[in-house]
């Protein structure tokens, strides 16, 4: 495995130190966040033009050449530190060779531009890019038939939901630490039950299903929002309007990233065939605290 990945490394690391040495003469700057509510990650890269020696109108074609050349760079080290689960970041799926090393420049190929403009002050040349998270995440899931959901032996009563809430806004208590977290986003969490029985996993999605996650992240507004359902549009849109509402009990996983709710209402979901199959389409989503959902750089 590592033999099949040398010629990738040493075709990059030429291009690598050339971009280092090239931006050098001139100042590139990059900021951004990671938008967990809408699954993507938002960046600005900055060409300072004066430090670059460009002189508009002149030599715009050359700045946005510079961009354009620099932005994937620049983009590499936020898209290798996406949290893919509790204890492995996309850079550890390279390292292990089960992704390719040209990934994050894939992903960072595929985003949405807006054209590059200048500043107020025309001392800087600014293009925005907009990378799909559930792109990505769509591409991690790679089984093709989703894993069966565990049945129980005595089900309960339970009415049919048309999705999952899971509210895990406050800090929680994490299993197996004598301490205390807020919920922290990835691409893959489970779901576990106080028993600290699985509920739910990357490979019990169905990947056929128009969700190309297997959750979605909102903040607590969007459970109080002023219409009939008491939801936003856009969170109405991914569980409906009857969600079954689960409080978590606590957090689970290296980083707290994985949710665990009562057993009780483990049980409900897994009591009837619809409910189940609301973790098959991914009809699930996880409410986080402000603070996680943004995450800038």
Sequence with gaps: MKNRRLPALFILIPLFALAAEERGTYRIESSGAVEWGTMELSATVALNLRAAGIRLPAGRTRAEEIIRQEYAVLMRPYILAIPVDSSTVLGDLIERGEISFFSPEEAAAAARRRAPALSGDLSRLEASY??????????????????????????????????????????????GKNTAALAEPCLFPKIWDSQMNLIYERNMLDRDTTSRTMVSYAEEDSIFY????????????????????????????????????????????????TNRNLLREGKVVIVLNSAR?????
């Design 226 to 273: 002023p219409a009939p359902s008491t939801l936003s549009p856009e969170l109405e849109a991914r569980v409906g309007p009857r969600p079954l509402r689960i409080m978590a009990r606590g957090l689970f996983g290296t980083r707290p990233t994985d949710p665990v709710i009562d057993e009780e209402d483990a049980r409900i979901i897994l009591s009837s065939e």
């Design 293 to 297: 959902i943004r995450q800038g750089f």
């Design 130 to 175: 907009t990378i799909d998270l559930s792109l990505l995440s769509a591409y991690l899931v790679r089984h093709e038939h989703p894993q069966e959901i565990r049945r129980i032996l005595a089900p309960v009563p339970a009415a049919s939901y048309t999705g999952i809430i899971i509210i895990a806004a406050d800090a929680l208590p994490v299993h």
